[in-house]
């Protein structure tokens, strides 16, 4: 399994960025995607997750601002930034867990960096 994640960037405050999650080595069309993201010196943070259902949540701080979506054709998910503050800055990753043979399994990329400047 694999995930990259690409369209990260500098942006100003009240700006907006899409991330990108290219998946491939299974099906992920039956699992749950989620973003995460890690400032420095920080707890890494679920920012959204949505479910093979097309189910979401988000992290209150950026509710009504981050959308979450998939494209299960692709094998893509994505984040949609809008209204971006500068405590949104972090490298963001996304991920996949899954249960398989009743063993955890749980998948990164290799993160992006959001930088949003005041």
């Known amino acids: 399994v694999q995930l990259q994640a690409s369209g990260g960037g500098l942006v100003q405050s009240g700006g907006s960025l899409r991330l990108s999650c290219a998946a491939s080595g299974s099906i992920f069309s039956n699992k749950n995607m989620g973003w995460y993201r890690q400032a420095p010196g920080k707890k890494r943070e679920l920012v959204a997750l949505?479910?093979?259902?097309?189910?979401?949540s988000y992290l209150d701080s950026v509710k009504g601002r981050f959308t979450i979506s998939r494209d299960n054709g692709k094998n893509m998910v994505y984040l949609q930034m809008n209204s971006l503050k500068p405590e949104d800055t972090a490298v963001y990753y996304c991920n996949v867990k899954y249960l398989e043979d009743s063993e955890l399994k749980d998948y990164w990329g290799q993160g992006t960096q959001v930088t949003v400047s005041s």
């Open positions: 949505i479910s093979s259902g097309g189910s979401t």
